[in-house]
């Protein structure tokens, strides 16, 4: 991925965005992006019950939740490489993270390490009853694992929300091809939102800095 362009003057993104006068992406094309550019797959929304997706004060209530997922390793090497910098930036951090756990663990009794409790979940001869959820979450963490939730009304992708230590390489694909909501009084004030068409509004200058860099605009 190429660096973020912020040379170009932010009225000529506005000009540009009006020009394209792009319509919210639907959620087959969301989905076919991801698939093609990320080697996503979908996920069932019932893996994250117990109401994580029901109580995440990012997401807004009365709209469709639709999941795609990313697992592979290649895909997973290069979102490292984006989010870090380097592989061995990426590197010094898990060794920074397993001296910090290792740390928790002497000064509390009980704990247990994330990556043992993860394959301990997974070998466990009778899963409990939140076992996917768990470990789908701990993957996240490890960075085994990306998840994108998307917001989607009337067919068409209205919010999204990436979920795991890697998942900032997605996360900025989505503000440019998706963007964020209008502002709403009944949202909860953690939802991101952004004023469409308002120089003056960071996310939406976001949004057109990301969507020219994907080359949307």
């Known amino acids: 991925?190429?660096?973020?362009?912020?040379?170009?003057?932010?009225?000529?993104?506005?000009?540009?965005?009006?020009?394209?006068?792009?319509?919210?992406?639907?959620?087959?094309?969301?989905?076919?992006?991801l698939a093609e550019r990320y080697r996503a797959r979908p996920l069932a929304p019932e893996i994250l019950s117990g109401g994580h997706l029901q109580n995440d004060e990012e997401l807004r209530d009365g709209t469709q939740k639709v999941l795609w997922t990313i697992t592979d390793p290649v895909t997973l090497l290069h979102c490292a490489r984006h989010a870090f910098a380097s592989l061995d930036a990426y590197l010094r951090h898990l060794e920074s993270g397993r001296q910090e756990e290792d740390e928790a663990i002497q000064a509390e009794d009980g704990i247990?390490?994330?990556?043992?409790?993860?394959?301990?979940?997974?070998?466990?001869?009778?899963?409990?009853?939140?076992?996917?959820?768990?470990?789908?979450?701990?993957?996240h963490a490890l960075g085994q694992r990306v998840t994108v939730i998307l917001e989607v009304e009337d067919g068409a992708v209205t919010g999204f929300k990436v979920e795991?230590?890697?998942g900032r390489m997605v996360d900025e694909h989505l503000e440019g091809l998706v963007g964020f909501p209008e502002p709403d009084p009944t949202?909860?004030?953690?939802?991101?939102?952004?004023?469409?068409?308002?120089?003056?509004?960071?996310?939406?200058?976001?949004?057109?800095?990301?969507?020219?860099r994907f080359g949307l605009i």
């Open 164 to 166: 795991g230590v890697l």
């Open 187 to 212: 949202f909860h004030e953690a939802v991101p939102v952004m004023r469409r068409g308002d120089p003056g509004d960071e996310m939406f200058v976001r949004h057109l800095r990301q969507a020219a």
């Open 1 to 33: 991925m190429t660096a973020r362009d912020t040379s170009v003057p932010t009225a000529e993104l506005v000009r540009r965005w009006e020009s394209a006068a792009r319509p919210a992406p639907t959620v087959a094309e969301v989905g076919s992006m």
């Open 112 to 139: 247990e390490r994330a990556d043992v409790a993860y394959w301990t979940g997974l070998e466990s001869p009778i899963p409990e009853e939140d076992h996917p959820y768990g470990l789908v979450l701990t993957q």
